[in-house]
């Protein structure tokens, strides 16, 4: 009993990160019609958006000390970050807290880059077919890549989640297991909750708010809106944005979990795609539910009990292909997925 | 007419092929090494753009078939012998079988769904290749010929040194002519020409293929799938097959890696892989004959030599400018060359495909069209 539950909980990081860029995808798929290949990209940028801020941050006030000498004799420089110098204690925080604090420059920064986007690039592929759009957002993914990998070098670089959230959390002993059977990292709970935030958000956004109402308007027809006397595009624009404001704050949160590096984005593109494809194209709660369904799946799937079950039939360990199984099965037998409408984007 | 175009384009297309060696020299590409990979990456270039350029079928997953075929022709050179002939015919064997599997089951949708499902079947065969299927493909090391390989028809083998493959006698890495032409040496090895004759041969097929019934309703497919529907046509047999015939190609462009250095890795399996081949399609002009061997020799060369280009060279370009101006020049330029010639790749990508769907060939004959004043008079009838 405990093993599942701690196998549950290790699905929900990974889960809620899936979910996160879902969520985007199946917004910018359901609104203007076009699949993203550069929004695991967008995923990647956040990330390195918080990697920016924190170096930012911590540029530092060196002070050479002529008493002291560090170990190769030479005068001792010390290092204070202006922050610090100026804010002094509540410059500390900023820097502990440098993962979380970069939110709030990540989301208008994401939400620029993703109308920029729009407006300069994707605006243009409307009347083209999907493949046109697809080749055009592949190549614009390389090029941002490799522009942070210009920039930032090919290496990860390792962010540091805030020191109260450092340690773990005994979650077993809390609910009457025995103590240190479930042990959970303090900072993948924030994550799992900052994804449950976030995607309540959009929910929210889309459902009780005049704006929300129109763009699921648009999104169930968008000629009529029009015809109506509303600005439709406008509106999709400003959801494009959003739509890349969500994966990059999935993005700078994940940074502690997982070092960022310049191809990261694609890893979780592939991934992103095959879980709105089960849960439905175009489905925003179907997204939702199959990225952690598939994460948390993926977690039993790398479970010692289960991996030694299937080597005792005879077949060869599955968890690094099991998304993948799923996949397949799911649009064989339903081929518009967990939630979604049937024959969506099929010409 | 259009027969006797076709051959004199396969005839000339030959020539070039045949002379590549020589051809290629100003341009510092004419080593072996290189001009295989141009041939190789050509026909699996020519295969994939059998299946996206006539149907429209974009798919992501022909890295899987490419590393599929190397796979199959290294266990060939470990079980049967080093001759590359049984490798060669049981890769394209072994990656039709494959495409006819995972064509089966993503050609069950079109358009976008069927993208990504091409792309979850190579990151699975990926993941299948590097870690769940060691055994089969040695995991992350790759499959490697070793001494103890049965090999049961080579019975006359030197100990204690691995064979090399061959064709029939003719070692693929030995180099028959060694000529220095107009001051260029020239390398003359077995293994282009090999690679150079099946990439002829898979250009005279996709030429056949293009002008054939069969090519017509792939056309037709890209053009009007509904309206094939409402005729009562099944589109079906139609995508498969030319799924599985690029599938082949793919098979074999792995394959003939495999037979030119003898190894096979997971990573050639990977999904970028196979978005490579849709650059080079794309690149070079996608429906197009030639276009899709443009596009693999021109990627292939900027990976080859553009990436090769640093720093010092460029400023030993610029020499004869005022420093202040070099040192610009270089800070602008060395970005985009070198290690990183791939932020070129997509920028360039983009450019064409924004701004030139056609792809090279297009801009080819646009110029072309330009410089004889054909649109001009075109124009000039239309108005009459």
């Known amino acids: 009993m405990d093993a599942i539950l701690l196998q549950v909980l290790n699905g929900l990081d990974k889960g809620s990160a899936y979910a996160l860029i879902a969520l985007g995808l199946t917004l910018i798929f359901g609104t203007l019609g076009v699949v993203n290949f550069a929004h695991g990209a967008l995923f990647m940028l956040g990330?390195?958006?918080?990697?920016?801020?924190?170096?930012?941050?911590?540029?530092?006030?060196?002070?050479?000390?002529?008493?002291?000498?560090?170990f190769l004799g030479n005068p001792a420089k010390i290092k204070t970050p202006y922050v610090e110098e100026w804010f002094g204690s509540f410059g500390t925080f900023l820097i502990d807290f440098a993962v979380p604090v970069s939110l709030i420059a990540a989301v208008p920064v994401m939400i620029l880059i993703g109308i920029a986007l729009e407006r300069?690039?994707?605006?243009?592929?409307?009347?083209?077919?999907?493949?046109?759009?697809?080749?055009?957002?592949?190549?614009?993914?390389?090029?941002?890549?490799?522009?942070?990998?210009?920039?930032?070098?090919?290496?990860?670089?390792?962010?540091?989640?805030?020191?109260?959230f450092m340690g773990s959390l005994d979650i077993g002993a809390m609910v009457g297991f025995a103590e240190n059977a479930i042990i959970y990292p303090y900072w993948r709970l924030v994550y799992f909750f900052f994804s449950l935030?976030?995607?309540?958000?959009?929910?929210?956004?889309?459902?009780?708010?005049?704006?929300?109402?129109?763009?699921?308007?648009?999104?169930?027809?968008?000629?009529?809106?029009?015809?109506?006397?509303?600005?439709?595009?406008?509106?999709?624009?400003?959801?494009?944005?959003?739509?890349?404001?969500?994966?990059?704050?999935?993005?700078?949160?994940?940074?502690?979990?997982?070092?960022?590096?310049?191809?990261?984005g694609m890893d979780f593109l592939v991934l992103s795609f095959v879980v709105v494809v089960v849960g439905g194209m175009g489905s925003l709660p179907g997204a939702v539910a199959a990225g952690f369904l598939l994460g948390i799946l993926e977690s039993f799937a790398s479970m010692p009990l289960i991996k030694d079950a299937i080597s005792a039939i005879g077949l060869p360990s599955i968890d690094q292909i099991i998304i993948y199984l799923v996949a397949v099965v799911v649009l064989l037998v339903r081929p518009r997925g967990l939630m979604g409408k049937a024959g969506m984007m099929e010409d | 007419m259009s027969i006797m175009k076709d051959r004199m384009l396969l005839i000339i297309f030959a020539a070039f092929v045949l002379a590549a060696p020589l051809i290629f020299a100003p341009t510092g590409a004419a080593y072996p090494d290189l001009l295989q990979r141009f041939a190789i990456y050509g026909i699996f270039a020519i295969g994939f753009n059998i299946l996206f350029g006539l149907t429209g079928y974009l798919s992501?997953?022909?890295?899987?078939f490419l590393g599929v075929g190397s796979y199959a022709a290294v266990w060939m050179f470990k079980l049967l012998s080093m001759n590359i002939i049984p490798a060669l015919i049981l890769s394209v064997i072994i990656a039709g079988v494959f495409s006819l599997l995972i064509g089966y089951i993503s050609l069950r949708r079109s358009g976008i769904y069927f993208s990504i499902l091409t792309l979850a079947f190579a990151q699975m065969s990926y993941n299948l290749a590097y870690s769940v299927l060691t055994p089969l493909t040695n995991g992350e090391t790759g499959l490697q010929l070793r001494l103890d390989d049965a090999r049961i028809l080579d019975t006359s083998l030197a100990a204690g040194e691995l064979p090399s493959t061959n064709l029939f006698g003719l070692p693929m890495k030995e180099v028959?002519?060694?000529?220095?032409?107009?001051?260029?040496?020239?390398q003359?090895?077995?293994?282009?020409?090999?690679?150079?004759?099946?990439?002829?041969?898979?250009?005279?097929?996709?030429?056949?293929?293009?002008?054939?019934p069969f090519g017509l309703m792939l056309r037709a497919i890209k053009t009007n799938q509904t309206r094939l529907n409402y005729t009562g046509i099944s589109t079906r047999p139609y995508t498969l097959a030319a799924f599985v015939i690029s599938g082949m190609f793919a098979g074999l462009a792995g394959g003939l890696?495999?037979?030119?250095?003898?190894?096979?890795?997971?990573?050639?399996?990977?999904?970028?892989?196979?978005?490579?081949?849709?650059?080079?399609?794309?690149?070079?002009?996608?429906?197009?004959?030639?276009?899709?061997?443009?596009?693999?020799?021109?990627?292939?060369?900027?990976?080859?030599?553009?990436?090769?280009?640093?720093?010092?060279?460029?400023?030993?370009?610029?020499a004869f400018l005022p420093e202040w101006l070099d040192n610009i020049f270089v800070t602008i330029v060395s970005p985009f060359v070198g290690k990183g010639w791939h932020l070129t790749l997509g920028?360039?990508?983009?450019?064409?495909?924004?701004?030139?769907?056609?792809g090279l060939v297009d801009g080819a004959k646009r110029i072309g069209r330009g410089i004889t004043g054909a649109n001009r008079r075109e124009a000039k009838a239309g108005k009459k």
């Open chain 2, 176 to 186: 028959f002519w060694n000529p220095t032409i107009l001051g260029y040496e020239l």
């Open chain 2, 257 to 318: 890696l495999a037979s030119m250095d003898p190894l096979a890795g997971a990573e050639r399996m990977q999904w970028t892989v196979g978005g490579e081949v849709v650059l080079m399609v794309v690149l070079g002009g996608m429906g197009t004959l030639i276009g899709p061997i443009l596009g693999a020799v021109f990627i292939k060369y900027f990976e080859n030599i553009f990436s090769k280009i640093n720093e010092g060279v460029l400023h030993g370009w610029v």
């Open chain 2, 347 to 358: 920028a360039l990508f983009m450019i064409v495909v924004i701004f030139l769907p056609g």
């Open chain 1, 120 to 164: 300069g690039l994707i605006k243009h592929f409307y009347n083209r077919p999907h493949a046109d759009q697809i080749l055009v957002t592949f190549g614009l993914a390389i090029v941002l890549q490799e522009v942070i990998k210009a920039f930032f070098g090919a290496n990860p670089i390792p962010q540091s989640a805030p020191d109260v």
């Open chain 1, 47 to 70: 990330a390195f958006c918080a990697v920016t801020f924190s170096k930012i941050l911590a540029i530092s006030k060196v002070v050479i000390d002529p008493e002291k000498t560090d």
């Open chain 2, 60 to 64: 992501f997953g022909h890295a899987a």
């Open chain 2, 188 to 212: 003359f090895n077995w293994g282009y020409y090999v690679c150079a004759l099946l990439l002829i041969l898979s250009f005279w097929i996709s030429i056949r293929i293009f002008r054939s």
């Open chain 1, 197 to 264: 935030a976030v995607i309540s958000a959009v929910f929210a956004f889309l459902r009780f708010t005049t704006f929300g109402m129109v763009v699921r308007a648009g999104m169930a027809d968008r000629e009529t809106v029009g015809l109506l006397g509303i600005n439709i595009d406008k509106k999709f624009t400003i959801m494009f944005g959003i739509a890349a404001a969500v994966a990059g704050t999935a993005g700078v949160m994940y940074t502690p979990i997982n070092p960022p590096n310049y191809h990261m």
